[in-house]
Each structure stands twice: as C-alpha cells, then as structure tokens.
C-alpha cells in the first residue's frame, strides 16, 4: 500500500505537467500564441526525492524532458484516460480528425489510444528537425525497447511505424500501478509459459558428461555476456548461446533448464514449437517475435520444446505450406542468431534433427536413459525418508532389470505410494513397484512378462 501510494503521488505530479504542457502544445501549434521554446522551459516535476518504481526508473536512467513525456503518454490510458478527450477534436475544415493527433480508438470506440504519432505532435509539432531527433526514442538501441518498458505496436509493412499504438508494457504497467512485477503466461499473443522447480541439482542424477556440459552453460550466464561486450575477443564470437537437448522423454531435459533458471535466478520461458507453428502466413515469425523481443529486455532462458517441428530435416519445396515452413525456420534460425542470452531447444529425437543446423549450437548434450548404475541412485534418491521400502525389494536388481527413464521412476514411486497411503501404511511393497512398471512399460507401448 505504501509502494502504491508512493507512486501515485509521483504519477499525479507527472499528469499535472502532462496537462499543462498539451495545452501548450496547442497554443504553439493553433494558437500560434506561444513559441516553441516554451515548451522547452516548461518546468519538469522533481522527483529527486521522490521514492517508488516509476519515480526510480526516472532517476536511474536520468530521462529527459522527451522521455517523461513518451511514457507518461504511453500510461495515460490506464490511469487517466479522460486527460487525452481533447485529442479527439475535429478539423472544421475537413470534419476529420486531426491526421497530426495520431492516436487510434480503443474497442468500446469511445476512448483515445495514443500512437506514436501523437507522442511526435506533442513534443514537435511541426518542426521536422525536432520530429527527427525524436525519432531514436522508439528504436531498437534506446532503453524503452532494451527494457521492455514500452513499445509502438508494430503494424503491416506498408504503413509508417509511428501510426502503432503506443504501449507500456504490462510488467511495468503492474509495478507502477499494484507494486508488483508481473510475469507474463501463454495465451494466444504470446506462447510461452514460465516454467519452474521446486527442486535442487541434488536431485538430478546424469552422468559426468552432462554436468561439465551444464557447467559450460553456467559459465556462460555468469561470464558470456562480459566476454563478448568488453574483450576484443567478444568481436570474434556471435550474441547469446545457443544449446541443442536431446533424448528421450523423462531424462531429464526440462528438469535441468529449470534448475539452471532457479540456480542463476533467471526466468525460463518454455515455447512449444509444435503449438506454435501457424497455418496462417506470418502468424508464426509474429508469435515468436513476441517472445524473443520480451526475452531480449528480460535476460530470461528461453526452452524450446519439440524442436524438430521447425528444425526436422527438410524436404524438397514442392507447394506453399513447404515454402512457408522453410520461411519460419528462416526466420527462427536469424532470430537465433541475434539473441544475446541463452536458449536451449529441446527434441526427444535428435535424428530427426537436420545436420546443417547442428553447427548453429555452442554446446550439444544427449540425455540418454540411465544405466543401471544411475538407476539404482534414482530409485533410493527418488523415495523420501517418509516412506521405506520393504525388506524384499531389491533395489539393485530392480536397476539392472528394467530399463526405466527419472520420470518413469518417479511416476512408479507415486503409484507405489499413493497406495502406502490407502492401506494407511509408509511401506512400498515389492507387488505396487511392478503393477508401477507394468504401467509405465504399457504407456510406452512395451511389454513385460
């Protein structure tokens, strides 16, 4: 309530600023009773001591008189709409709406959404020089797009990209507004979903190999960006790190993404590529613009599932929909190739996978089934110390006589359990552990005597 408080009383002072500095602009440009240096001498708020998110996001990256003005624009919709009522005057002349307001009605057709055009009249007007110097303010380079703070609203390639609307993000719309930061989830603009454990690297068990490759990637998050922007040999090197998970279901592969999320204190974003892939032309590239573009001001690890669904191997164009598959894997593969951070694709058949993308990948790691030896390890690190076997179970012939993922073992284990818990017992006896497997060698199709 405090943050809450805090900030709104820092907003309140910029909408009062905001108010005074659009009437103004309309005595410049209509009036012409005010010159534009006005505008320029128009007193900010100070904020110097001022607490709260939106007050320190202003000190920290010491924004300017434009800035203020683009982002308090960009807030204005959702916290005071009715300050923008003025923009929807009418030019007598020709009875539509002032081309130079920008701006596009929101759905119940009443409200006024500014675009960045309307950002440009406030703080322009006419003066193309000006108008041009504005400009870097919603490019790639500048902090709004690199902390995903606000974006314009990208529109088809044959209209100016100033007439997008003009959005703050709904991360930081919910740290201004509620105090808290909100974390993004799948729906249909956006298809990835934050993926996350509760468990530690105590309980994957993986041969050596696996963890020396999963210290590499470790050493990357902790090094890799410092590596590449601040030693002549980072101009050597392409942006980000890129790792290829192979192996069959249940190894392992999601497990340790999390747990290197939950290790580094990074986000991990899954995308399901199967899910993903559109029948619609340009659906794809838009859906996973959208998540690269917010992973890129995030620093999150970005997992993509059932990678073989864009990178399988290819067949030879014969129709459109094989066009417009090689056009998405064009696309994935540049976006690849421009993140500056870490993603992991993820594919249960790494024959499936196309050769001529595996030299895209800094790191390769086959997650195999484990051997007898690691499937002894999981099945006694697998049971916690509120359950026992019993006497008869033989763990190490268990290991070496079925072949069984982490996860299989562990869905043995519950069934196993839930009826310890049904004869109000703690004992997992010899005949629940192989009705378990029976179960799990049915879902994979297998058959045991």
């Known amino acids: 309530m405090m943050m809450n408080r805090t900030n709104?009383?820092?907003?309140?002072?910029?909408?009062?600023?905001?108010?005074?500095?659009?009437?103004?602009?309309?005595?410049?440009?209509?009036?012409?009773?005010?010159?534009?240096?006005?505008?320029?001498?128009?007193?900010?708020?100070?904020?110097?001591?001022?607490?709260?998110?939106?007050?320190?996001l202003i000190k920290k990256h010491r924004f300017r008189m434009e800035e203020r003005l683009v982002l308090i624009l960009a807030l204005i919709p959702h916290v005071k709409p009715a300050l923008l009522d003025m923009l929807h005057m009418?030019?007598?002349?020709?009875?539509?709406?002032?081309?130079?307001?920008?701006?596009?009605?929101?759905?119940?057709?009443?409200?006024?959404?500014?675009?960045?055009?309307?950002?440009?009249?406030?703080?322009?007007?006419?003066?193309?020089?000006?108008?041009?110097?504005c400009i870097p303010l919603f490019?790639?380079?500048?902090?709004?797009?690199?902390?995903?703070?606000?974006?314009?609203?990208?529109?088809?390639?044959?209209?100016?990209?100033?007439?997008?609307?003009?959005?703050?993000?709904?991360?930081?719309?919910?740290?201004?507004?509620?105090?808290?930061?909100?974390?993004?989830?799948?729906?249909?603009?956006?298809?990835?979903?934050?993926?996350?454990?509760?468990?530690?690297?105590?309980d994957l068990v993986l041969s050596d190999h696996l963890f020396q490759g999963i210290e590499e990637i470790k050493n990357y998050i902790q090094f890799g960006k410092k590596l590449k922007h601040n030693f002549e040999f980072g101009k050597r090197i392409k942006p980000g790190f890129k790792v290829l998970f192979t192996g069959p279901s249940g190894t392992g592969k999601t497990l340790t993404a999390t747990l290197l999320g939950k290790h580094?204190?990074?986000?991990?974003?899954?995308?399901?590529?199967?899910?993903?892939?559109?029948k619609y032309i340009g659906e794809t590239e838009k859906n996973l613009s959208r998540v690269f573009d917010k992973a890129e001001s995030k620093n999150w690890i970005l997992f993509f599932d059932e990678a073989d669904a864009l990178f399988g191997k290819r067949s030879n164009v014969s129709s459109s929909n094989d066009r417009h598959a090689n056009q998405e894997v064009s696309f994935l593969l540049q976006r690849l190739e421009t993140f500056d951070g870490l993603v992991i694709l993820c594919s249960?058949?790494?024959?499936?996978?196309?050769?001529?993308?595996?030299?895209?990948?800094?790191?390769?790691?086959?997650?195999?089934?484990?051997?007898?030896?690691?499937?002894?390890?999981?099945?006694?690190?697998?049971k916690t110390d509120e359950f026992e076997y019993a006497q008869d179970i033989d763990i190490e012939n268990l290991s070496e006589t079925y072949?069984?993922?982490?996860?299989?073992?562990?869905?043995?284990?519950?069934?196993?359990?839930?009826?310890?818990?049904s004869r109000n017992d703690n004992t997992i006896v010899l005949k629940d552990i192989q009705t378990g497997i029976k179960i799990e060698k049915i879902k994979e199709g297998k058959s045991i005597v």
């Open 139 to 202: 490019e790639k380079d500048h902090i709004f797009y690199k902390e995903g703070i606000l974006l314009i609203e990208k529109l088809d390639n044959n209209t100016p990209f100033l007439k997008g609307q003009l959005s703050v993000s709904q991360e930081y719309l919910s740290l201004f507004t509620t105090g808290e930061i909100h974390k993004p989830d799948f729906s249909a603009n956006f298809p990835a979903k934050r993926i996350y454990t509760t468990q530690d690297w105590s």
């Open 348 to 382: 249960n058949f790494k024959k499936n996978i196309d050769e001529a993308f595996f030299r895209r990948f800094q790191l390769v790691l086959d997650f195999e089934i484990p051997d007898a030896y690691h499937r002894s390890i999981l099945w006694r690190k697998s």
């Open 403 to 421: 072949e069984l993922t982490a996860a299989s073992i562990v869905n043995i284990l519950h069934y196993s359990i839930l009826k310890c818990l």
């Open 90 to 133: 009418k030019n007598t002349l020709y009875d539509i709406p002032f081309t130079e307001f920008g701006g596009v009605k929101n759905t119940d057709r009443k409200g006024y959404m500014p675009t960045g055009e309307t950002a440009m009249f406030l703080l322009a007007g006419d003066n193309l020089e000006k108008r041009f110097a």
């Open 8 to 56: 709104a009383k820092t907003i309140e002072s910029e909408l009062i600023w905001f108010q005074k500095l659009i009437f103004l602009r309309g005595k410049i440009s209509f009036e012409q009773s005010s010159p534009e240096t006005d505008l320029e001498s128009l007193e900010l708020p100070d904020l110097e001591k001022q607490a709260g998110a939106y007050a320190e």
């Open 264 to 278: 580094c204190k990074l986000d991990v974003y899954r995308v399901d590529l199967s899910q993903v892939v559109s």
